[in-house]
């Protein structure tokens, strides 16, 4: 089965977990800047997580598939419709073969996933299909382009949606003590909670900066820092006082003292918030920010049990005939004439 790409962002490549296990050798994780998307995609799709999608970055482009195949779309809410008829973000929607996804920019929210059935199935580079442009490791993808993807085996299957709670307006951001966070004066760690931070439009995969009124949070001594390992999530001050939250595509190794660093649970809010949005952060000491991890196994078997049918006006359903709609049978079974 293949995707061809119509017409295409500035900003969009394929994406899935990325590459753990190669940060001793100078190579960041990578992946989706957004990790609980794809998650919430494979809950919808009863797909494996691992999966490779479509990362957007405020815009999409426009698709179509030559075989019948399930869609969902997470993250950011996207202006998006098949053939002018509206798609809704956050539920599984059958995309017909030779059928137009067109997805517009985004309403909410920053970075987009289109996430289908059966997977992109590009060629593996150290057992991750994912873009890390920083590494120039595949690279963004192209109008033109034909994306293989593995068949849907379930395609006739009814649709369905998933609540989630809202991650795209920024908002109360929790944060936790790192290495360096001691070599912060007191005063300067309770002015950074203090202050209420704006997401600048400066930022890619690899980090967001953020603003605020006021002077920098700076450190006694910052010169003399040793690099040490950086994650993402870590709050890396510049030279200035400047914070930088560090995504997806972050550098291994790092010489730029570190406030503090966000909690996974929230890395997502940060990555979402678009320009201009608010947030605030809240120290939590080591242990309580411990309490809120969760395993992304645990995470998607929560999000599959939340997925519930989606109910739909049959007026409203083009293809209807084309759904199984009697229990038990099968394509192709005739029934039994009295």
Known sequence: MMLTVHDIGPGVTI??????????????????????????AAALLGADPGQAVLEMMGFGGSFSPDQDTRIALTGAVMQASIDGAPVAPNTSQLLRAGQR??????RQGVYGYLALAGGMQTPQIMDSRAAHLTAGINGLVQAGDTIPVGPDHDFLAGP?????????????????????????????????????FRRSPRGNRQGARLDCDGP??????ATNIASDLVLPGDLQMTGDGVPYVLLA???????????????????????????????????????DADATNQPERVILQTLRHACTAMRRDPHEIADLLSYQLISGMTPGDDLERP
């Open 216 to 221: 920098g949070f700076t450190m006694a001594g």
């Open 101 to 106: 996804l067109t997805i517009g920019g985004a």
């Open 160 to 196: 369905v949606t998933l609540p989630v709670d809202d991650r795209l307006s920024g908002g109360a951001i929790r944060i936790m003590p790192g290495p360096q966070t001691d070599y912060f004066a007191p005063e300067t760690l309770e002015r950074f909670a203090n202050t209420p």
């Open 249 to 287: 595509e972050c550098q291994t190794i790092g010489g730029y003292p570190r406030i503090g660093t966000v909690i996974p649970a929230d890395l997502p809010k940060v990555a979402q918030a678009m320009p201009g949005a608010h947030l605030q952060f809240t120290w939590l000491d080591v242990a």
């Open 15 to 40: 994406q899935d977990l990325g590459r753990p296990g190669w940060t001793a050798r100078g190579l960041s994780q990578g992946g989706a800047v957004d990790r609980l998307a794809l998650l919430e």
